[in-house]
């Protein structure tokens, strides 16, 4: 029963994950391309991470087809890691709507800047510079708990890997090629996808200096 119920609350966050990206997929400018670094690996990984975020999970919602591949947990077990995935899916979410809030209408899909694009560092951007890769990594997470097979469960965790990868690097290069300095003061003032643990002490100066 709770199981049906786990499939529901994903479902339940699947459909406000995808409406938060929708909204924010209409309100992008897109006339407004500076420069745009979209390459044949880039449509790859897309596609690899459609099928772990999208195909994989409605598949094993709306069908039996992989149930051979369900956890064999403990009735406990099953439930605490249910309600755990709703928790961590609930904060995956948050982050999502926030990440697009603070970034505005510069959030583009692929990798490019704008005529307009200055560099944002409020909000969740203060902390961490990819907050909805890091957002999809909670969403990914999440999965694990509440789509409870192993063929489901940890696939949007399997390609987010290469997915980073790929794209990661790529935006940061490109990010410095644009703000130059400023960027990479920001790099060294904030986390990846986790906010750091301590910022960089600047040593103070020795007398005979």
């Avoid at 800047?113 to 890091?134: N, S, W």
């Avoid at 644009?178 to 060294?188: K, L, M, P, S």
């Amino acid at each position: 029963m709770l199981d049906s119920l786990f499939k529901i609350v994903f479902l339940i966050g699947f459909i406000a994950g995808s409406v938060i990206r929708k909204i924010y997929t209409r309100r992008r400018r897109r006339d407004e391309s500076f420069e745009r670094r979209h390459t044949v690996a880039d449509t790859l990984v897309l596609a690899l991470s459609g099928v772990g975020l999208i195909v994989l999970p409605l598949l094993y919602v709306f069908s039996s087809w992989l149930d051979f591949a369900d956890y064999d947990m403990p009735a406990p077990a099953s439930h605490a890691a249910g309600w755990t995935g709703a928790v961590v899916f609930a904060a995956a979410l948050w982050l999502l709507w926030h990440a697009h809030v603070d970034l505005g209408h510069h959030w583009s899909p692929t990798v490019e800047v704008h005529v307009d694009h200055t560099l944002v560092t409020e909000g969740v951007y203060r902390h961490i510079r990819h907050p909805m890769y890091a957002a999809h990594f909670l969403w990914g997470i999440a999965q694990a708990l509440l789509l409870q097979n192993w063929i489901t469960g940890p696939a949007l965790l399997v390609v987010f890997g290469p997915f980073c990868f790929v794209r990661v690097p790529r935006e940061e290069q490109m990010m410095i090629d644009h703000f130059g300095d400023a960027y990479r003061d920001y790099i060294r003032r904030t986390g990846c996808m986790l906010p750091m643990l301590r910022r960089r002490v600047e040593e103070a100066p020795t007398d005979d200096q």
